[in-house]
Nanobody, 121 residues
């Protein structure tokens, strides 16, 4: 089993910062990519940022120059540093992990439960 646990969400004023963490554990052989997605009420889930094992990052246009994704491969952890937060960033943020299980090297695509980020004006 693969467990994905997010932390770091909360309530912050506009212009403030939050740092989200996502730690993966379980029967993992390796992790290929990790990312953050978000879904606000009445809206579709959207990609926020992804990062490959080699450190190549991609960002949604709406968060470029404000958010930074990073990972610690040794800890199987991905971070999302969110600066200059705006009310429109309010959403549930989900961690996504793609990798391979130790069991026959089967691919997995796992999600965390989500962490609420609320930005007040």
């Amino acid at each position: 089993q693969v467990q994905v646990v997010e932390s770091g969400g909360g309530l912050v004023q506009a212009g403030g910062s939050l740092r989200l963490s996502c730690t993966v554990s379980g029967n993992i052989f390796d992790i290929n990519a990790m990312g953050w997605y978000r879904q606000a009420p009445g809206k579709q889930r959207e990609l926020v940022a992804t990062i490959t094992n080699g450190g190549s990052a991609n960002y949604a246009d709406s968060v470029k120059e404000r958010f930074t994704i990073s990972r610690d491969n040794a800890k199987n952890t991905v971070y999302l540093q969110m600066n200059s937060l705006k009310p429109e960033d309010t959403s549930v943020y989900y961690c996504n992990v793609k990798g391979r299980s130790r069991t026959y090297y089967i691919n997995f695509n796992s999600w965390g439960q989500g962490t609420q980020v609320t930005v007040s004006s």
